[in-house]
């Protein structure tokens, strides 16, 4: 571009901004801030919008020009009165979240700016939080400390911005001593995918809770951010996936709240998986990756600058076209020539244009099998992960042997290894987080009658299959009648235990019932069947007469009495499976009869 050309330019953003500014051509726009507690709206904060279709319509742009200009306090007298305007008209009880440049600390009139703010704020004045960030350099730390210190003892909070991105220091946190800290949207950016970055925000949580401060994550985009966010114990979100930014004071969307309520019911949880529920691309991890025209030079200063990097994938719009692995890329330049040629070529010469993709969807078992099946000269390449087609990130073979083993190491310790099915601590877990929620639920206990003869004379290892026909058999009745969210666990012995929404309660226990009395027969001989009972010792050592195992079901619902602990519950279940055990035939009692 010609400086002519330039100088132009400059001209008209210059006339273009002076417009805005004498016209007040301003509007707000609101974000809300959700507690990632109970989805309960915080505040909002303001953010400015210049005049739509103009150089100024992002915002960055015009505080630029301003500071440029030396306009910085006439543009925020103009926001603040904007955001006031707008505000006061309909944010009943709640925060509003307004950003301050430091440069208005520092200066008199940028004081007579916030007097003038405060005079026209109609509302307690702990219902303002003024954000700051550390744009402007802070030469004179005691006015700005002195000057903050002001509106503070008036009742306002205080929030430092981009915590984390290089601008908010120690010496600025250190001397406003903020109510809250606004964590920066790159170190959100792919949260869940990154352990350090969740590491870094595991500490600042540790220093906010010790500090009684409270942490704002900013620019959360996907559900998955949020899920790890809530997990981590960050107080407050914004961003995208939660609200777009609007000229209304929006309410929070019931699916996002629901989604925060359910995490933290969650949270901590032991979460038994297994290698066929859990997909590949929640083990991925996001890296850099290179255009197929990029050359030689530019792939050596990636694996030269990034000793954590073993390999890139190639990426032509959003797709993986290949792959280069750095130990392959370095075996290529150590031939004869081959720097000499190939540190100047694209590399698409070099790299791998059939790598292994694999979806985002495909379980690990699958993923496992499908690696293993390759040559051993791919065998430990980056497996590429797709979603939607395009590119979402990769794992490497340490990764899947590093969850594999993790997963079957949580259910050796959390599972029946009989059957498999979640034992004693996720059972607990899941009626206690049944209990919490307040939902409508029923809770089921299965007791084999008569198993103990029946194990006596026919063995431990039919005993054992009994026991693992009577859990799939339930797994599979509650599947067939759309129980689908149910659960079931394995207490130990013959006892199990299923969690379920209380509807359709009779339905399934008959079907459990009368598929168990069908099945049961094949476990006893034919001569045994045709009886209807074997012959045992009972506790005392008197051999007697013992019917053809049957099953009990104990049902306790929230229908007609609330529980408060698993342990109420369980001796209230105790005294109904008494009462199913008392007839010799399979049955079931439910109660939630009132009191």
């Known amino acids: 571009m010609s400086k002519l050309n330039q100088k132009n330019i400059e001209d008209l953003n210059y006339k273009q901004y002076e417009e805005v500014i004498v016209t007040e051509d301003i509007d707000m726009v609101f974000q809300c801030i959700l507690s990632l507690k109970d989805g309960g709206v915080l505040g909002y904060e303001a953010l400015c919008r210049g005049p739509k279709g103009t150089a100024f319509e992002d915002p960055k742009e015009l505080f630029k020009m301003a500071k440029a200009c030396g306009d910085i306090i006439a543009l925020e007298r103009i926001c603040k009165k904007r955001a006031l305007e707008k505000f006061q008209r309909k944010g009943d009880h709640l925060k509003l979240f307004v950003n301050i440049d430091p440069y208005c600390f520092l200066k008199e009139e940028g004081e007579n700016l916030l007097n003038d703010f405060f005079s026209s704020w109609d509302r307690d004045s702990g219902y303002v939080v003024f954000e700051v960030t550390e744009q402007t350099c802070i030469h004179d730390y005691t006015r700005f400390h002195n000057t903050l210190r002001k509106y503070k003892d008036l009742g306002a909070d205080i929030a430092i911005g981009d915590v984390g991105n290089g601008y908010a220091g120690l010496n600025l946190l250190t001397s406003v001593e903020p109510l809250y800290m606004k964590m920066d949207m790159k170190l959100i950016r792919d949260i869940h995918k990154q352990p350090f970055k969740q590491a870094l925000l595991k500490a600042f949580v540790e220093f906010s809770n010790s500090t009684n401060s409270k942490l704002i994550a900013e620019g959360i985009e996907t559900a998955e951010e949020l899920d790890c966010l809530i997990d981590l114990g960050i107080h407050y979100g914004q961003g995208y996936y939660i609200q777009k930014p609007s000229a209304e004071l929006l309410n929070t969307h019931p699916v996002i709240r629901s989604r925060i309520l359910e995490r933290n019911l969650t949270k901590g949880d032991i979460r038994l998986r297994n290698i066929t529920s859990t997909r590949i691309g929640e083990i991925s991890k996001c890296i850099p990756y290179i255009r197929p025209e990029t050359l030689g030079k530019e792939v050596n200063l990636v694996f030269e600058k990034g000793s954590d990097i073993q390999g890139l994938p190639v990426i032509d719009q959003d797709k993986p076209v290949g792959l280069i692995m750095k130990h392959k890329f370095y075996r290529h330049l150590g031939k004869q020539y081959g720097y000499a040629i190939f540190m100047k070529r694209t590399i698409d010469r070099l790299m791998d244009k059939a790598p292994l993709t694999i979806d985002y969807d495909t379980p690990l078992d699958r993923a496992s099998e499908i690696a293993m099946m390759r040559e051993e000269d791919t065998l430990y390449d980056y497996i590429i992960v797709t979603r939607d087609g395009k590119y979402y990130g990769i794992v490497t073979v340490k990764d899947l042997l590093q969850k594999t083993t993790e997963i079957e190491l949580d259910r050796a310790r959390y599972a029946n290894p009989l059957t498999g099915l979640p034992g004693n601590m996720v059972i607990d877990q899941k009626i206690r987080n049944m209990i919490v929620s307040k939902k409508q639920y029923a809770v089921l206990y299965f007791d084999l009658d008569n198993f103990k003869p029946y194990n006596d004379v026919y063995g431990f290892e039919n005993g054992d299959r009994v026991i693992e026909m009577t859990a799939a ?123």
Request: charged share 30%; net charge neutral; with cysteine.
């Open 473 to 595: 058999l339930i797994e599979q009745r509650m599947k067939a009648l759309d129980f689908h969210e149910g659960f079931l666990g394995h207490i130990g012995g013959d006892d199990f235990v299923a969690v379920v929404e209380s509807h359709q309660i009779h339905k399934l226990c008959e079907a459990i019932i009368e598929k168990f009395d069908k099945r049961i027969l094949d476990f006893y001989s034919e001569l045994d069947c045709k009886k209807g009972y074997i012959m045992a010792e009972n506790r005392h050592g008197i051999i007697e007469k013992f019917p053809v195992m049957s099953l009990s079901i104990a049902v306790v619902t929230n229908r007609y009495k609330n529980f408060e602990r698993v342990s109420q519950l369980a001796e209230y279940a105790s005294k109904i499976k008494k009462k199913c055990k008392a007839c010799w035939t399979s049955n079931y009692i439910i109660g939630d009869t009132p009191e």
